[in-house]
């Protein structure tokens, strides 16, 4: 993948935040959040199938999610699903429903989900500096080539840096809301 122009970098680092964000959405704060299910497939007449589309999940208290299958054959199959995931939860199954009872995070479980997100903070920093590379290769090309002139590189090379440290800041700010949501008892 060859970035060519900086409006092209702003839109992958754009896309790096995104993703931090996705992967920020799918940590547990102590807070139940129907997007902790977003990637749990279950084993659904022979074939993996994405949980939130054989039911409905809803947040009726802070920390309670209630699955309300649409075939109540699957009950099983997701309540196995759940058990055998990192959730670390215990589904409660009453044949309509099942509830997914969210248990206090320990200081020790809270420290390892602020290591997690700030590992992805790592890599979403790491992503935008890539992407920062790519494109001054691509522009040190050019200028090597005779399509852009020496005092043009180092223009384009700055706004380049200055797009990179608005993402890293970006990231920084992410991640410190982050640790403040999962800390907060």
Not at 59 to 74: F, G, K, M
Not at 90 to 119: M, S, Y
Not at 147 to 154: A, R, T
Not at 158 to 185: C, F, L, S, Y
């Amino acid at each position: 993948m060859t970035i060519t122009t900086i409006a092209e970098a702003n839109d992958h680092m754009d896309k790096a935040l995104a993703s931090l964000a996705h992967e920020f959405s799918s940590v547990r704060t102590g807070r139940a959040s129907s997007t902790l299910l977003e990637k749990l497939t279950v084993e659904y007449y022979g074939a993996p199938t994405p949980l939130l589309q054989i039911a409905s999940v809803s947040v009726p208290e802070p920390q309670l999610l209630v699955i309300t299958p649409y075939d109540r054959t699957a009950i099983k199959a997701i309540e196995k699903a759940i058990l055998s995931s990192d959730l670390g939860l215990n589904p409660a199954n009453d044949g309509q429903v099942i509830r997914l009872p969210f248990p206090p995070l320990t200081e020790e479980r809270r420290r390892e989900l602020v290591r997690l997100c700030r590992h992805y903070a790592e890599e979403a920093r790491v992503a935008v500096r890539n992407i920062r590379r790519d494109l001054n290769e691509h522009l040190k090309h050019l200028q090597k080539a005779g399509e852009i002139s020496e005092d043009e590189l180092h223009r384009q090379e700055n706004e380049v840096q200055k797009a990179t440290d608005e993402h890293i800041r970006a990231i920084d700010e992410m991640v410190k809301r982050k640790e403040e949501e999962i800390m907060e008892v």
